[in-house]
């Protein structure tokens, strides 16, 4: 799975083509999997080292993104890992 980062992009700047900023906030890649029965997210039993590296090529594309469009003003996450993700732990 990967991200396209010019679709991203493209959608961003259709935001600030409306003359709109872009805010990124509080952005969180979940590891995990859906589960369709409950409606939650069901956190993956472990963190390895490929999961780690997934996540940070998705928070690189968006930020990459982010960075390709002037209108674009914020990239904020909860942390440098979700290895402790809050989500989920409702």
Not at 25 to 53: H, L, R, W
Not at 62 to 84: M, P, Q, S
Request: charged share 20%.
């Amino acid at each position: 799975d990967t991200l396209d980062k010019s679709s991203i992009i493209s959608n961003f700047q259709r935001f600030a083509d409306l003359g709109l900023e872009v805010h990124i906030t509080e952005m969180d890649v979940q590891c995990g999997t859906y589960d369709n029965n409950s409606g939650k997210m069901v956190p993956c039993s472990s963190f390895t080292s490929e999961i780690a590296q997934k996540q940070a090529e998705y928070y690189q594309t968006v930020l990459e993104a982010c960075l390709a469009v002037d209108k674009c003003k914020n990239f904020e996450t909860w942390g440098f890992t979700d290895k402790y993700t809050w989500v989920g732990s409702n």
